[in-house]
């Protein structure tokens, strides 16, 4: 096996902006672990840098690309993504851009994969402590086995689902049109899992039309972008229809207000809390560290680099006007 020689090269790592969440010593944290790479300076800078190249830029979900001047993108060879969700790093700006953009996955799709089986055994499964022993042994469910799944969506997480709930469920239909799964079932489907990116052909897929061909008992469990759920309909579904229940963890608008799901108690709330886990932060920079560090390794060959992350390379992801 050959050696691999790295690049003698320094790299500067800028950090915009980090999320509230992370909390007050992530930039530290981050900082204290990528410098162990021996190539890389660490600087947190809000506005323009004026750092000489070559630069990796850290974004998030909430970073402003305008933030970047022609001159710092005139520097950049690496943006490293490490979200799954990428709104904001619009069509015109990865079009404009010569490096590669990074998407980051892989980093919380094990923990939105737990928030759907966590509301799926909730609903179905959920049990109560009992204090003394009940002689009549009841416990009023219907089995999993005898569901069937609408699977929405066949990324990293949507076959995390498919893989944990397979052996479990009757029967899972998986609708990615990209993916050669364009026939959308619904009339048979008891769950109705989100599990896809938002584009032209997945805004407003679940509208009253969607709810009302699905069997009137119906899950619902959106983890993945609000605006794929027709908000106003959705709520005009559901207060007509009480045994229907939804799991929403993302929103047309955020933060929600709890005024808007006022007395449909048969909606269940959460604050985009499904990608969030303890131990995030350390999987955040442990991430980053491996894509930077893979990266100075095939330096001088960057198309192996964008093959070895051709499913988290975004621009890998444009079809005509719109991303996956």
Do not use: C
Not at 124 to 145: G, T
Not at 287 to 309: G, P, Q, R, T, W
């Amino acid at each position: 096996m050959a050696e691999v020689v790295r690049t003698t090269k320094r790299f500067k790592v800028i950090r915009k902006r980090v999320s509230e969440y992370q909390g007050n010593n992530f930039k530290q944290f981050e900082k204290d672990h990528l410098e162990i790479i021996p190539e890389i300076d660490y600087i947190w800078s809000e506005d323009g840098s004026n750092e000489q190249g070559p630069l990796i830029l850290i974004t998030n979900s909430q970073t402003d690309i305008e933030q970047f001047s022609d001159e710092e993108l005139a520097k950049t060879e690496l943006l490293i993504h490490p979200n799954s969700g990428h709104d904001n790093l619009t069509k015109e700006f990865v079009e404009k851009v010569n490096f590669p953009i990074i998407l980051g996955n892989p980093i919380r799709s094990h923990a939105v994969v737990n928030y759907i089986m966590s509301a799926l055994f909730k609903h179905f499964v959920h049990f109560e402590h009992q204090k003394e022993w009940d002689p009549n042994r009841e416990w009023n469910r219907s089995l999993l086995k005898e569901k069937n799944i609408l699977l929405i969506g066949y990324g990293h997480i949507g076959k995390l689902v498919h893989q944990s709930l397979g052996p479990l469920v009757k029967d899972i239909h998986i609708y990615d049109p990209d993916k050669g799964h364009s026939e959308l079932k619904l009339e048979d489907r008891n769950i109705v899992i989100v599990a896809a990116s938002l584009n032209p052909t997945s805004h407003g897929l679940i509208d009253k039309k969607f709810l009302n061909s699905l069997p009137t008992d119906f899950v619902l469990i959106n983890p993945a972008r609000g605006k794929i759920v027709n908000q106003l309909e959705l709520m005009e579904v559901f207060s007509k229809n009480k045994r229907a229940t939804a799991y929403l963890d993302v929103f047309e608008n955020e933060p929600y207000s709890s005024l808007d799901f006022l007395g449909l108690n048969n909606i269940m709330t959460t604050s985009h809390i499904a990608g969030v886990y303890s131990g995030l932060n350390s999987e955040i920079v442990k991430y980053e560290f491996d894509v930077i560090n893979k990266f100075i390794e095939y330096y001088d060959d960057l198309n192996a680099f964008k093959e070895h992350f051709s499913d988290l390379l975004l621009q890998n992801k444009l079809r005509g006007d719109y991303f996956l």
